[in-house]
């Protein structure tokens, strides 16, 4: 009798587990689809289109907005990232929640918790997802801005160039010398300033006192030395 007593208050325990699981599964309810507007340069591939959920979870609610990103944007350009600014709207428009996130070619999954109080509410009111472009990279745009950088740098030296070769220009000096400071050469005969502008500056100066006067020695980066008795240059040395 007492074994049977055990049998008997067994069963209806379990029994009982095997409806509060039934109850709990099916409070889960199916995932609700939203729609998803996209409205950023973000192409999805057919086989993955863009799409949203709000699934049950533990803590609540969460929205999961999935789908694949295409290499090439709808400009036809190759997508290096994108940062999307992603808007949860009601139907009439109203914005319940906007944010940002990057992403790159590849699997696009974004989540964010729904739940009573929070930035987007529940969940009960939102219609749609809308992405827009925050902030989109390419490689084409990479080229173009390095192309730029190089045209303005080229623009930027040819101009001051120009202003070089106008200034040594208003010197007056001979054709000869007036060729070759502007070609950046140095001539035995050129006085100190003319070297300068040739040249530029000397990394250092050696001085030589004798009793017919100083002698100079200009000493150059690039291994090439200038010497000068009074203001003339009356020898170049280049270490080849």
């Known amino acids: 009798m007492k074994w049977s007593a055990l049998r008997i ?28 507007v996209n409205k950023s340069s973000l192409v999805a591939l057919p086989s993955e289109p863009f799409a949203a959920t709000i699934d049950e979870v533990r803590a609540g609610k969460e929205l999961a907005v999935k789908g694949r990103v295409a290499e ?15 808007v949860l709207a009601q139907a009439d428009g109203t914005v319940l929640w906007s944010g940002e996130s990057t992403f790159w070619p590849g699997a696009l999954d974004w989540r964010l918790l729904l739940y009573s109080g929070g930035p ?17 990279r390419t490689v084409e745009q990479s080229e173009r801005e390095t192309l730029k950088a190089k045209r303005e740098a080229r623009q930027a030296e040819l101009k001051l160039q120009r202003q070089r070769e106008a200034t040594i220009k208003a010197k007056g000096w001979p054709g000869d010398v007036e060729r070759a400071v502007i070609d950046r050469k140095v001539a035995v005969g050129m006085n100190r300033e003319q070297v300068r502008m040739a040249w530029g500056s000397p990394q250092k100066v050696n001085q030589t006192v004798r009793a017919s006067g100083v002698s100079e020695q200009w000493v150059y980066s690039f291994y090439s030395y200038v010497y000068f008795e009074s203001d003339k240059v009356t020898a170049i040395q280049s270490t080849r």
């Open 72 to 86: 090439r944007t709808t400009a036809g350009e190759r997508l290096t990232y994108v940062v999307l600014q992603i």
């Open 9 to 36: 208050g067994y069963w209806p325990r379990i029994l009982l587990c095997a409806a509060l699981i039934a109850q709990a599964t099916s409070s889960r309810g199916e995932a609700v689809s939203i729609k998803v």
């Open 120 to 136: 987007a509410g529940d969940g009960a009111l939102l219609d749609r997802v809308i992405l827009r472009d925050r902030h989109l």
